[in-house]
């Protein structure tokens, strides 16, 4: 199973962009099941983000071409809309989240701002919305997504 985390990046937030992600991934690596995880924050181009984010040492079209062959390959897309208090709205994510929606991919979007929670185009994408990465580690939705496609058993 193909699982992409799309999410805010930010020059001044790397840490934070970075570890959401990695804590999903962490927690189900002890489990003994074939993810295959997609993170445009995996690569030695992440130190020379700018600031703002729109920049770094690879050209911004490449960045929007593989991204969005992500989407496309993924079985699950877990959307984080999180910005981290920075002033800039996720927008590539938000493309990220048409993207999956125009395709039809099952998406998690983590979010507690209302103004994405009530969001009409936002809630007919997302297959399930939660309000922290506690919450989808917690109630354990991934499970729901990769048991169906992946490891159907009959005990």
């Not at 109630?139 to 009959?154: D, H, L, P, T, V």
Request: with cysteine.
């Amino acid at each position: 199973m193909r699982i992409y985390l799309a999410g805010f990046i930010n020059g001044n937030t790397l840490q934070q962009c970075i570890e959401w992600r990695k804590r999903i991934v962490t927690h189900y690596l002890m489990r003994a099941w074939d993810i295959i995880w997609l993170d445009p924050m995996n690569g030695h181009a992440v130190g020379s983000i700018t600031p703002e984010g729109f920049k770094s040492d690879i050209p911004g079209t490449a960045f929007v071409d593989r991204d969005i062959k992500c989407v496309e390959e993924s079985d699950l897309i877990i959307a984080n809309l999180d910005n981290f208090e920075e002033k800039r709205t996720p927008t590539g994510t938000l493309c990220e989240i048409a993207i999956a929606g125009y395709l039809r991919k099952p998406l998690i979007v983590i979010t507690n701002d209302i103004n994405y929670y009530e969001h009409p185009w936002i809630k007919d994408f997302a297959s399930m919305i939660v309000s922290s990465i506690d919450e989808l580690l917690e109630k354990e939705y991934i499970n729901y997504f990769y048991k169906g496609k992946c490891s159907a058993r009959y005990e």
